[in-house]
């Protein structure tokens, strides 16, 4: 299932917009200007990590779940969370 996460560039470019800033709360507005992905593109992509846990939502703020053992910030072998 992680494979199929990783291989839709909207995934890509909202995990790496999430990445520069991990433990940053943002909002679908700004996650949409940073990416420039269209409406349904981002709310399909936002959907699926968010079910797969890699995403938490809270009320209108989105952010990185550290806590999942799926999310692992680049240059680092292991979760940030333990």
Do not use: W
């Not at 990185?64 to 333990?82: H, V």
């Amino acid at each position: 299932m992680l494979t199929t996460l990783l291989s839709s560039k909207s995934n890509l470019k909202i995990l790496k917009l999430f990445s520069l800033v991990p433990g940053k709360a943002l909002t679908r507005k700004i996650i949409k200007e940073f990416t420039r992905l269209p409406n349904v593109s981002l709310d399909i992509a936002l959907d699926k990590l968010v079910k797969e846990g890699i995403i938490e939502q809270e009320k209108k703020l989105l952010r990185l779940n550290l806590s999942n053992k799926k999310t692992i910030i680049p240059n680092q072998k292991e979760p940030l969370s333990k």
